[in-house]
């Protein structure tokens, strides 16, 4: 993981810091064997879109970019051409394609928007059995949406008749089964769709009412159980796990400390699963570099974490951290090269 921008402008020009991960790279092994490389990057100039997928196997390879969605890139092994062994790029807006011949005349441009999701909403989701079943969305960070989007999602979950526009500019309903099940959407969100108050989620918006009551059910997320939690860290960090197990013991104790204050809007921040690993990735990196366990690793580690908060903020989360880590964790803001 990367961030090679440490700070970027906001739209009123004001610098904020930048701790985003802005470049990924990881090396992942399946069950099978098979093994893989996972790639991202949101600074790639000229790259507007590229989701890319590629697989490769013993009878050929198959891959998919995002940027040119009406092309698939299919490479056969075993083509009878023998050494003329190369990929072929299939078009699938000819009408034998079966998302096409479903929404679009044959020729025409899929495209992401009139794409597999606009053919579920409409079409339904074809089942190993032959039926269609009303497809389950997942929409992420909801509250992120414009006035604009939201209006588009209200008209979809209409509750007489959510509907959709077509590529020809038309209104048609959604789609419902042989069961009588509409589509459903199931939204994440960092809000409760009033907005950020209190500037830990400034990217929210408020959402309309009516949007909101059309929902349904409302689940806060909690944060895992400790026990689970620092199973899953284990897992993630073997090195830490084994050359200093105390660490994760001592960062249990002290989430817990700064995760009730969270909540109790004591301290202005967020400390999710992914914050967590910041701080174990920054200990993990000491101890790369270290011929011995350094007797306040935690506390050198809880940086990657506490530089991202404001000066006030800061120290009171040190004061909350200080008496569950090894060696402190107070002490001014940058006071000596333990940070």
């Known amino acids: 993981m990367k961030t090679f921008n440490t700070s970027r402008k906001r739209a009123s020009g004001e610098l904020e810091e930048v701790t985003a991960d802005e470049g990924n790279v990881a090396c992942v092994e399946f069950d099978s064997g098979a093994i893989g490389v996972l790639e991202s990057s949101c600074v790639c100039a000229g790259r507007n879109n590229q989701f890319t997928w590629e697989v490769n196997g013993t009878d050929g390879s198959i891959a998919f970019d995002l940027e040119d969605p009406n092309h698939l890139h299919v490479c056969d092994a075993k083509n ?5 062994l190369g990929f072929v790029n299939v078009s699938v807006t000819s009408a034998c394609h079966p998302l096409q011949a479903a929404y679009l005349p044959p020729g025409h441009n899929a495209g992401w928007e009139y794409g597999h999701l606009w053919g579920a909403l409409v079409n339904g989701v ?21 006035s604009s989007q939201a209006e588009w999602f209200r008209i979809l979950t209409d509750s007489i008749s959510g509907r959709i526009l077509d590529p020809h500019g038309q209104m048609v309903p ?25 500037g830990r989620m400034t990217s929210s918006n408020p959402m309309d009412g009516s949007i909101l ?22 897992g993630k960090y073997p090195v830490i796990a084994e050359k200093a197990p105390d660490v994760i013991d001592q960062l249990g104790k002290a989430t817990a400390s700064l ?42 580690g809880f940086r990657a974490w506490l530089d991202g908060l404001d000066a006030d903020t800061f120290l009171a989360a040190k004061r909350l951290v200080d008496p569950h880590v ?9 006071d000596d090269d333990d940070y």
């Open 126 to 146: 074809l089942g190993r059995d032959g039926k269609r079943r009303a497809p389950i969305v997942l929409l992420s960070d909801a509250d992120r949406a414009d």
């Open 213 to 234: 009551d059309r929902l349904g059910r409302k689940v806060e997320a909690a944060y895992l159980h400790w026990d689970d939690e620092s199973a899953i860290l284990r």
């Open 326 to 334: 090894k060696g402190g964790a107070m002490g001014g803001a940058h």
């Open 174 to 198: 959604l789609f419902i089964d042989e069961w009588g099940n509409k589509p459903q959407f199931v939204c994440t969100a960092n809000s409760c769709g009033t907005g950020d108050a209190r």
């Open 80 to 84: 009878p051409t023998g050494e003329l």
């Open 259 to 300: 995760r009730s204050a969270i909540e109790k809007e004591e301290i202005y921040a967020e400390l999710t699963h992914r914050g967590l690993c910041e701080i174990l990735s920054e200990c993990e990196d000491i101890l790369h570099f270290s011929n011995a366990v350094p007797g306040n690793l935690l506390k050198r």
